[in-house]
T-cell receptor, first 109, second 114 residues
Framework: QKEVEQNSGPLSVPEGAIASLNCTYSDRGSQSFFWYRQYSGKSPELIMFIYSNGDKEDGRFTAQLNKASQYVSLLIRDSQPSDSATYLCAVTADDKIIFGKGTRLHILP | NAGVTQTPKFRILKIGQSMTLQCTQDMNHNYMYWYRQDPGMGLKLIYYSVGAGITDKGEVPNGYNVSRSTTEDFPLRLELAAPSQTSVYFC?????????????FGPGTRLTVL
């Protein structure tokens, strides 16, 4: 069973600080990695994807991938109250995408 | 573009009833997906389709059926509804099945089976 593991949280971070979200996956053959944001009662929306080892930056968001450790993370700089949401890590496996259970992030004003 | 639309938004079913969840996309995407999301859980793939006339099972297909007669539509059929099918159902689409493709999600259908 291919799995994606995330800490369910909630993760509480003061406004303006850096939020760090982590994800591990079991399939060494996984090639692409996604971070989705899901507000309560809403559908997921893609924030970033990454498929090469290292860092990928987009505005306040940075995705980090370490395939050797089977680990992917998302950093959110200058956290805002609007960043409060559940963040889903997703990983490709056998032509499908497997989602983690998500980490609830709460930004404290 | 409306993107991915789903109907109905909410539905309550009695055990044993049947219903069809509708999903339509106007982006001319080849790939379409059905997921369910239970409270506090991630998304589980039910069925997916790589194009009109082609469907395949995902991780949790039991109790569901799908069809894909057109590129735009991908309805999900529940036969003999059971309480275990209480969930939020999301339809999604992507241009192709490339590993870097973005999946665009519909707003979801909240289903309760009593």
């Amino acid at each position: 069973q291919k799995e994606v593991e995330q800490n369910s949280g909630p993760l509480s971070v003061p406004e303006g600080a850096i939020a760090s979200l982590n994800c591990t996956y079991s399939d060494r053959g996984s090639q692409s990695f996604f971070w989705y944001r899901q507000y309560s009662g809403k559908s997921p929306e893609l924030i970033m994807f990454i498929y090469s080892n290292g860092d990928k930056e987009d505005g306040r968001f940075t995705a980090q991938l370490n395939k050797a450790s089977q680990y992917v993370s998302l950093l959110i700089r200058d956290s805002q109250p609007s960043d409060s949401a559940t963040y889903l890590c997703a990983v490709t496996a056998d032509d499908k995408i497997i989602f983690g259970k998500g980490t609830r992030l709460h930004i404290l004003p | 573009n409306a993107g991915v639309t789903q109907t109905p938004k909410f539905r309550i079913l009695k055990i044993g009833q049947s219903m069809t969840l509708q999903c339509t996309q106007d982006m001319n995407h080849n790939y379409m997906y059905w997921y369910r999301q239970d409270p506090g859980m991630g998304l589980k793939l039910i069925y997916y389709s790589v194009g009109a006339g082609i469907t395949d099972k995902g991780e949790v297909p039991n109790g569901y059926n799908v069809s894909r007669s057109t590129t735009e539509d991908f309805p999900l059929r529940l036969e003999l509804a059971a309480p275990s099918q209480t969930s939020v159902y999301f339809c999604a689409s992507s241009i192709a099945g490339e590993s870097t493709d973005t999946q665009y999600f519909g707003p979801g259908t909240r289903l309760t089976v009593l």
